[in-house]
């Protein structure tokens, strides 16, 4: 590890002048630009749904379909890689002490520059385990890229050079305590505005100059404070709210002024509510560890908003937020199984007789749907709600793999504990080229 940190300083010393070099090429004679819908800027995609639109997925994760295009070394991290035309971003934690901003041209690994910064943590002793690296999967809009460090410090650094423009501390901005767990939600960006789950609550910023546009508090800091879910910006029964899970309640803001229109208790062991909502008609489903799944519906009687509960059942998520197709949300179980639940009803639908990993992240393509396991195995099932069906697997790293999958235009981005991988699934990847 320390010839690898050594190896990485001397590209970064390397890399200021041909940052700069890269950034005024692109400017001038024009890069490898790739369509907006062929972009993943942030944590689960465009949407944040998990959802991906683009050519058919091949039924085949075999070695003649899906083939490595690069590998490239780096230190350890839980963040997703990130997609923005050209581009490929990761964050990871060097040497138990810094930060790292990575970013690698999309189609050779290249790496274009690295920008760093202290600020890692130590976690509590019965989470070491899994380490105390950077958690929070990055956002960018194109311009700017707003990364998470484990401080609740919130970076935004130039997408193209990599120059810092500006930085917020939310811990010392609203004299608060750093949670224990660090900073594990992943900011979201819509037009202008970010909006990040840190400082005891959740804050609006105006992306361009990092200024707080407004604060609501929803917890402390410490054990008990900080969130592991992340924000959504849906329409509830004609309604654009900002869907925030805390570790102790779920709640509904407006995203222009920061009122609170609504929140409702969640149940979960010491907090764990680490799946993020996700939206179906008029509600949200929710599953925790220690908990329940349950379906919360949004309902307005005059000037009042009311919080409807019309099913559960004993079902327990753990990390993974699961994906929506039609009326079935499928996810990964506490117990390691896989499930499919009704939406409508509130039914199980089933549970994989199978046990897989810890943890999954999942993406989904009309009905297939490809989970990354954290042992490395890269698995397409079907979105069926009549069975688990199984349509290939296949190991795409020794190593374990935390951070969430990314999917797009035919490419597969696996972030490895101490390592990045690019991935082509033939077929779909020359049918997305031939649309650019």
Known sequence: MQEQDQRFRG????????SAVVAVVALVA????????????????PARSGLVDGAPWPESLGKEVL??????????????????EDRVFTVETSDERAEVVRAFDRESGELIWARSWEGAMKVPFFAARNGSWVRSTPATDGKVLLVGGMREVLVALDLQTGDERWRIDFVEAFDGQLPSFGFASSPLIVGEAAFVQAGGGVVKLKVESGEVVWRRRTGGGGMSGGAFSSPILTEVNGKQQLIVQGREKLMGIDPKTGERLWDQAVKAFRGMNIVTPVPYKNGFFTTTYGGRSRLWTIE????????????????????????????????????QRAACVDLATGEIAWVSDERFGKYWSMVAQGDRILALDEQGELILFKANPEKFEMVDRREVSSSETWGHLTVVDGEIYVRELRGLSSWSWKGATELAQGNR
């Not at 590209?11 to 041909?18: D, F, R, S």
């Not at 083939?67 to 923005?84: L, N, Q, T």
């Not at 009042?304 to 059942?313: F, K, L, R, S, T």
Request: with cysteine; hydrophobic share 40%; aromatic share 12%.
């Open 300 to 335: 307005r009687r005059g000037t009042a908003i009311e919080v409807g509960n019309p099913w559960d059942n004993k079902l327990q998520g753990y990390m993974c937020t699961p994906v929506v197709v039609g009326d079935h949300a499928y996810f990964h179980l506490r117990n």
């Open 67 to 84: 083939v490595k295009r690069w590998h490239v070394d780096v230190a350890e991290g839980y963040p997703g890689p990130i997609v923005f």
């Open 11 to 18: 590209e970064v010393i390397g890399l200021a002048v041909k």
């Open 30 to 45: 024009g890069s490898v630009v790739v369509h907006s819908e062929s972009n993943w800027p942030g944590w689960r995609g």
